[in-house]
């Protein structure tokens, strides 16, 4: 019996395809003892993590040694006043030490916030004034150190800090801590409905919200990796992701452990499609994910053979069919697209053992009760587009669906609006029940497989002294998915020119995450808007 089936029954038909699941838990469950731990005791030789980088570095770590080493370093961030419900920030990039801190914090009940060391210092500053980071765990890579200090300075707030490997001035390192630390922890009791971790996602209105999951998180992905991205016991599964992004969560751990897979980091700064090949041929990667922009570039590039891949998934952002088809015809495998959000797991998707459709996000999730309605809350026909809703059994939270935003009860009562989550996403759905992507109800840019919120970029580009007005929305890009484009409307005395569209262009660019950066620049007279004055983005996207 694999470990994940101890928490579930998953009821399948005659060709695999998941038809029902019932979960089973305690309501004392937490995946680092339950799963790590237990899959440690019972195969403490089975592979859990192979990881490698661009220098041609490479580790390979079973269960248990991520269950020594994440004892270890829970006795450390516990000697430094690390527990149970603290949050701590995670700016590990791909280490391998992410697997074991992340674990280590599942087991001390700490609140684990993973973010990406792509951030800017302004966007330390946001997150450190908007949550109670006691600590930061960061990468000696980067410069992120000297960012994050930078904004605890300026949000006037302190934190513990803490490095990994190299020594860091102000920071401990937390490596060279450990070593020195017992590597038996005694259990901490948590219970299912505490805080596990949070995620800061983009908004279209504001800053990125802090979106919150309990400890019943992990078990929702036993789907998304099993029927899904089909990953194997004693396979290995590789998902391209950074531990910043919540694509992590679903790809790089909690899944693919529950069902016994083990999984493929690569640690890399600058995306190489080619690259990515030979990590998948030389290691003998069994099952694939990533964003649609890896399948363009795979594509594009001319992809070799990769004889050990059985599976390949994809999400986040619309894949033109041509990719598919290309991709098919190299690898013999369909592209499985699925579909879901930060706040949720998985929600849809072409699972195995069903027809798979190009283009289509796949049929709903049995963990979900998953409907298309209109602006009344009427469920919408078939072939007529409706926004994508999650209704509750028994009005309760259904697993893997995020319990609370970040000090914004409001925000989450407005997303649970008549007791039905809301994801903001339109679809339609055909006659065998499949759903198709339609758009956002909101201006969300999905670019290159990252979610993000115009406001964020309008913010900075408002702060040079030529821009009077602007406006920032995606457009159709063959590689990106969708590009950050921005119409501005120019302040009294300037006048438009290549040279001042390179100037705003570099100002902006300077003080954002390199996904965040404007490619296109349109100066106009005026900028389209409602009789409220709110700017109608939809017209300058049409415009595009």
Known sequence: MSIYERFCTCHEDENGALRKI????????????????????????????????????????????????????????SSLGIGKGDFVMLCLKKHYEYWFISTALHKLGAVMVPVTHMLRADDFKYRFTAADIKAVITTYENDVPSRIKEALFEAKKSATLMSI??????????????????????????????????????????????VIHDFSYPLAHIVTAKYWQ???????????????????????????????????????????????????????????????????????????????????ATAGEYLNPEIFKKFYEKTGLYLNEGYGQTETTLLSANYKGIMNKEGSMGVKSPLYDLRLVDKSGKEVETGEIGEIVIVPENGKKPIGVFSSYLGDEELYKAAWEKGVYHTGDSAWKDEDGYFWFHGRFDDIIKSGGFRIGPFEIENILIKHDAVLECSVVGIPDPLRGQAIKAFIVLSHGYKPSSELEKEIREFTNSKLAEYKWIRYIEFTDELPKTISGKIRKKELKESC
């Not at 580790?59 to 080493?69: G, I, P």
């Not at 490997?165 to 299912?192: H, P």
């Open 165 to 210: 490997r190299e020594d860091v001035d102000g920071f401990v390192n937390l490596s060279k801590l450990k070593e020195d630390m017992s590597d038996t922890f005694s259990r901490v009791k948590t219970n299912v409905s505490d805080s596990m971790m949070m995620y800061f996602t983009s908004g279209t209105t504001g800053y990125p919200k802090g």
């Open 22 to 77: 019932e979960m089973h838990y305690a309501d004392d469950f937490n995946f680092a003892y339950d799963v790590v731990d237990e899959i440690a005791k019972e195969s403490p030789e089975k592979r859990a993590i192979v990881w490698c980088n661009a220098n041609e570095e490479e580790r390979t770590f079973t269960f248990s040694d991520v269950a020594k080493e994440s004892n270890r370093y829970a006795n450390a961030l």
């Open 230 to 312: 089909r990953a194997e016991d004693g396979g290995l599964h590789f998902t391209v992701a950074e531990t910043g992004w919540a694509k992590a969560s679903w790809g790089k751990m909690y899944g693919q452990w529950l069902v016994g897979s083990a999984v493929m980091v690569y640690d890399f700064d600058n995306f190489d499609p080619k690259m990515l090949t030979q990590v998948i041929n030389k290691y003998k990667v069994t099952s694939f994910c990533a964003p649609p922009t890896v399948y363009r570039y795979l594509v594009k590039k001319g992809a070799p053979e990769m004889p050990s891949l059985k599976s390949a």
